[in-house]
C-alpha cells in the first residue's frame, strides 16, 4: 500500500507549497484539476505554469482530470512531466475501442505516462470491466469529485473488494476521505 497525498487547491502558489510539504514523506503528490463543469468547484488548471516549475519537483506527480472533455487537454497536462494521468470513465463516455484509439492518440509523442481510469461513487464498478486489460490502474472515487473534506463512503469497500478478487493485478487508487 502507498499513499499519495492530494493537492486540491484554487492558487498556484498553494500548490508549489503543499507539493514541497508532501515531497518530504511522499514520492508521489497526486494533484487535483476540476474544470467546474464535471464537477462544481473549480481549483487551479494551468498545465503552463506547472510546466515551467516542474523541473524543481522531488516527486513524480499524477493528474486526476475531473474536466468534462479529458481529449482536448490531457497532452497539455503530461507535457508538464506528469508520470500518470487520471481520466472518469464518466467524462470519456465512450466504447473501449475507441478509448484505445484515442490513448494511442495521446500517447504520440509524448513523454511516458501511464493512464488510469476513476469512476464516481455512484457508478458501478462493472463499467470498468471492459477497459481494465487497456490502463495500469483505476481509481475509485469515495466521494463526490471535486470538493476537499468530504466522508469516505464505505459503499466504495465493495468495489474494491470486487477489483481485488477478480481483476488482482490491476493497482488500485482509492480517493477521497482517506484518514486514519
Do not use: C
Not at 21 to 31: G, M, N, T, Y
Not at 139 to 155: E, T
Not at 164 to 171: E, I, L, R, S, W
Amino acid at each position: 500500500m502507498q499513499v499519495i497525498p492530494a493537492i486540491n487547491e484554487v492558487k498556484f502558489s498553494e500548490v508549489l507549497k503543499k507539493i514541497g510539504i508532501a515531497e518530504v514523506f511522499s514520492s508521489w503528490v497526486h494533484l487535483d484539476i476540476v474544470d467546474g463543469k464535471f464537477a462544481p468547484n473549480i481549483t487551479w488548471n494551468n498545465p503552463n505554469e506547472l510546466k515551467a516549475e516542474s523541473y524543481k519537483l522531488k516527486a513524480n506527480f499524477e493528474v486526476h482530470l475531473m474536466v468534462e472533455t479529458p481529449a482536448a487537454v490531457i497532452k497539455d497536462w503530461v507535457s508538464t512531466g506528469a508520470k500518470r494521468v487520471i481520466v472518469h470513465l464518466e467524462a470519456i463516455n465512450i466504447r473501449k475501442s475507441d478509448f484505445l484509439k484515442l490513448r494511442n492518440i495521446w500517447e504520440v509523442g509524448l513523454p511516458k505516462f501511464e493512464i488510469g481510469l476513476a469512476i464516481n461513487p455512484e457508478t458501478p464498478v462493472e463499467k470498468l470491466t471492459p477497459y481494465l486489460d487497456s490502463v495500469k490502474f483505476v481509481q475509485i472515487l469515495a466521494v463526490k469529485p471535486g470538493l476537499a473534506g468530504q466522508q469516505f463512503d464505505k459503499k466504495v469497500l465493495e468495489k474494491i473488494k470486487f477489483l481485488k478478487k477478480h481483476y488482482p493485478d490491476v493497482m488500485i487508487e482509492v480517493d477521497g476521505g482517506i484518514n486514519l
